[in-house]
């Protein structure tokens, strides 16, 4: 997800009098003009990296043990997948029912306040750089593979069958082996002095050979695929299916039942303190009221699965599992300097910094 850095002032110093910041639930057509800011959920993004295997049987294996004694030379061809590695990311995503002005008041100094380019409170009275999803992994293609057409001689070419020429394939197959040999023992007429000629040399029978033998041995391809998808969670979840795997097919949606399911849970630690309802709380709370609202997410802890391996188990701050808070204005006085930074992902507090002047 790409975003932009906007920068917004708002004024939170009073300059004089009792001049306080006001930050209410944002109502459109409603609100008095100022900033409007909202509170992230937190998104997951899950980034899949499978590897294809595809084996492609010889065209001549049948001859395969006739001509060059490869006993069990598969006829039949295959697709393999196999899941290599399943990152989760979070990020935040704007949480439409924590959305709030802070106003703009007359005669006060406006601080800086940065927000991502959908709205998200990243930092106040400092600087902080828009966080960004990591770049998703390439995908690997499979290496190109050689056509024996190419390396067969006039006779080959002109062999009026398939027994024929698999037999002559064959035949240039030992030929190949005996001049490499010979080269190697050094009994070649023609074997070179120099040691990359003769690399070379080696090298261009080797290609030969290999691309000959794919006609009875068949050949593999094997290639890395990326698959991408993001959610984000209303609500814990256990054994919801994330989506489905097939050896044959790969990765395929939640519903298509071609495949093994590849499960999630995903569930809050509950740690989060209890508020105390007494009567001395209630009033300080009320003195507090005013201020910057601000995420207190929920430790959650996640686990991707199947039913024989775990791909990840990691803890993640959940931002729509939490509650909320308030930076009281009094923090934003005149009388202090503070600086905030929030965590995109998830709303909470990253780093607060209050200083008095001298």
Not at 75 to 91: D, L
Not at 107 to 114: D, G, I, Y
Request: charged share 25%.
């Amino acid at each position: 997800m790409k975003r932009r850095l906007l920068l917004y002032s708002l004024a939170l110093l009073p300059l004089c009098g009792n001049a306080q910041t006001e930050v209410t639930p944002y109502m459109p057509g409603v609100t008095v003009e100022g900033v409007t800011y909202c509170l992230p959920k937190t998104a997951l993004r899950f980034t899949v990296v499978a590897e294809k295997e595809v084996f492609v049987p010889g065209e001549y294996a049948k001859y395969a043990d006739r001509y060059l004694r490869l006993k069990d030379a598969a006829s039949q061809g295959y697709t393999r997948w196999t899941i290599k590695s399943i990152k989760v990311e979070p990020y935040g995503v704007p949480d439409k029912s924590k959305i709030y002005n802070i106003a703009l008041k007359k005669r006060t100094v406006a601080p800086m306040v940065k927000l991502t380019n959908d709205g998200i409170l990243l930092a106040i009275n400092t600087d902080k750089e828009v966080e960004k999803l990591s770049d998703l992994p390439k995908a690997q293609p499979a290496e190109k593979v050689l056509n024996p057409r190419n390396f067969m001689n006039q006779e080959i070419l002109a062999a009026g069958s398939s027994a024929k020429i698999a037999e002559l394939t064959a035949q240039e197959i030992y030929d190949i082996r005996e001049s490499r040999n010979a080269l190697i023992r050094g009994e070649a007429d023609n074997t070179p002095k120099d040691g990359e000629q003769l690399k070379l040399m080696l090298d261009q029978l080797n290609q030969q050979e290999k691309a000959l033998s794919q006609l009875f041995k068949g050949y593999t391809q094997t290639s890395t695929e990326v698959f991408s998808f993001s959610t984000t969670p209303e609500q814990e979840m256990e054994h919801a299916v994330l989506f489905r795997f097939s050896e044959k097919l790969g990765v395929l949606n939640n519903e298509d039942l071609a495949g093994e399911p590849i499960y999630i849970d995903l569930k809050s630690a509950q740690d989060l303190p209890v508020p105390v309802q007494d009567e001395k709380t209630a009033k300080k709370k009320a003195k507090m009221d005013e201020g910057v609202v601000y995420n207190v997410p929920a430790r959650s802890f996640l686990k991707v699965y199947s039913p024989s391996k775990v791909f990840c188990d990691q803890e993640i701050s959940m931002g729509q599992f939490g509650n909320t808070e308030i930076l009281s204005n009094a923090l934003f006085d005149k009388k202090n300097t503070t600086q905030v930074l929030f965590y995109q992902n998830n709303g909470g507090i990253e780093k607060l910094t209050a200083e008095e002047p001298k």
